[in-house]
């Protein structure tokens, strides 16, 4: 997988793994349910066909040690932003290992692409959980915010019904 862009696409991607196939259609597409897997940056690419081809290296992540406190403020502020854009909790907090809880967050949350993107790109799970602290906390207050307008507009603008 590969964000397209209008100038073209990224050169790092994921590979995917097909969880459900959600949807058929009468023209061959499909609506498919898909779990990012593997890493990779595109070594070259091959466009002669309609759908994109290449050759790929995989990508590893380096052995950067993650801090403690970062990991659980990452997850207390997924689980804000999660109850504030879905209104409910997150279900899926556990499945979060310390290796993998960056990819969980940013998969999960409506967070914009070219942001999923960066964290893909970033090869320590140390610095993704870092930069998504640092997202989070920033994006947070402007849901909180649109949550109260949501409520107000709900009622009589006070607050209070």
């Known amino acids: 997988m590969l964000l397209a862009l209008p100038k073209g696409v990224v ?13 058929r259609y009468s023209d061959g597409r499909m609506d498919i349910l898909t779990v990012g897997r593997a ?9 002669e066909n309609p759908l994109l081809e290449g050759e790929v290296d995989y990508l590893e992540d380096s052995e ?18 999660h109850t504030l854009v879905f209104g409910d909790y997150p279900k899926n907090v556990e499945d979060g290992t310390p290796e ?5 967050v940013a998969g999960a949350l409506p967070v914009d692409l070219l942001w999923k993107q ?4 970033l090869r320590s799970e140390a610095d993704r959980q870092e ?8 994006w947070a207050p402007h849901l909180q ?5 949501r409520q107000r507009a709900g009622g009589n603008g006070h607050g209070l019904n």
């Open 131 to 138: 930069r998504l602290v640092t997202y989070l906390r920033e």
């Open 64 to 81: 950067m040690p993650s801090n403690a406190r970062v990991r659980r403020e990452l997850i207390e502020l997924y689980e804000t932003c």
């Open 118 to 121: 960066q964290i893909l790109e």
């Open 100 to 104: 993998n809880v960056s990819y969980l």
């Open 11 to 23: 050169h790092v991607g994921c590979t995917a793994e097909i969880i459900e196939v959600v949807k």
């Open 39 to 47: 890493p990779f940056r595109v070594v070259k690419l091959f466009d």
């Open 145 to 149: 915010k649109t949550a109260v307008m």
